[in-house]
């Protein structure tokens, strides 16, 4: 479906919330760099019910204690920094990194964190996409450290000049979405598109709704793009313990209205041993041009020696 952006490298990140203090997560981090990871993402939630780091400080300490691993944030939300700010913080960690950041931004989804905290106003869809596309268009002037006029709908800056600059030039942009306009949108403006899933919905119809914003990346670009990466967030997976096969592992973790054979097929899930599963991951690589794998912690420490074959 994607053909030429089948042809990228297989990346992982490790999506790790939060740790329990600096010394553990300087141990996950360091650990995941060491087995090959690709990145460290932090997801953009004030919760309650997603309890998470902020993400920009927890991977200023992940750019202290790492060399190679890059800091992903999957996905900023918008509507919760003002693009001024958000150029400076995020060009500072580039440049304090050494240029290791891939900035993922999305235009919000989880209603609870604008209605318990009020700190903007839960608009419709349609205007929180057009307030990302502003966003987007006003944040790569400011990286380039000239002079910006910007006079938009949602934002007004007046010959304003940004410091620092990023050491990259551009910093990669990851889009996150499953909607048909920001999925075009992303196919054009994006280094890195992370789908969004439903997931309660049947297999069946999750799969031919995948399939689908496959078809809306490849015809907004997204097919003629050898730079473009496509992403997806592994839902749920687990390894075969002594004696298992990949159906035994399959039949245990069934859910989200998937059976067995559901989860075998499905690409946003990984189980049976590492042989399995990193046959699964190139099929799903092959199939559909999906390059980029995000993994939550406890499944990516499990699949690690995956990655580190697979990254090699």
């Known amino acids: 479906m994607l053909s030429r952006v ?38 953009d939630h004030l919760g309650p019910s997603l309890p998470q780091f902020a993400p920009l400080v927890a991977l200023s300490a992940a750019a202290a204690v790492t060399t190679r691993l890059r800091l992903a944030i999957t996905v900023l939300d918008n509507d919760f920094r003002h693009p001024v ?55 790569r002037a400011l990286f380039s450290g000239e002079p910006v006029n910007f006079a938009g709908t949602h934002y007004d800056v007046r ?69 473009l990466e496509v992403g997806i967030r592994v839902l749920f997976g687990d390894v075969a ?13 069934a859910g989200f209205g998937m059976t067995a054979d559901d989860v075998l097929e499905s690409p946003f899930a990984l189980v049976g041993d590492h042989a399995a599963i990193r046959d699964h991951l190139l099929d799903v690589h092959e199939r559909y041009g999906i390059s980029y794998f995000t993994v939550s912690e406890a499944l990516a420490w499990k699949v690690a020696p995956v990655v580190e074959e697979l990254s090699r």
Request: proline share 5%; aromatic share 6%; hydrophobic share 40%.
């Open 6 to 43: 089948s042809r990228s490298p297989l990346r992982f990140s490790i999506q790790i919330p939060s740790a329990p203090d600096l010394s553990s997560w300087t141990e996950m981090v360091q650990r995941a760099e060491g087995h090959g990871f690709s990145s460290v993402s932090v997801p």
């Open 85 to 139: 700010m958000l150029a400076k913080e995020v060009a500072t960690l580039d440049r304090l990194s050494g240029g290791r950041v891939d900035m993922g931004l999305g235009a919000g989804w989880l209603e609870e964190d604008y209605t318990k905290t009020g700190i903007t106003t839960w608009d419709a869809p349609g205007v929180r996409v057009d307030r990302l596309v502003e966003s987007i268009e006003l944040l």
């Open 159 to 227: 010959d304003f000049v940004s410091f620092p600059t990023p050491v990259q030039s551009p910093v990669p942009l990851m889009i996150g979405g499953g909607g048909k306009r920001m999925l075009q949108m992303a196919a054009r403006e994006a280094n890195i598109i992370s789908i969004l899933v439903k997931i309660g919905d049947t297999a069946d119809r999750r799969r031919a709704a995948f399939e689908e914003q496959l078809r809306w990346i490849a015809d907004a670009g997204g097919r003629d793009r050898s730079d």
């Open 241 to 253: 313990a002594a004696g298992e096969s990949r159906r035994d592992v399959a039949e245990r973790v």
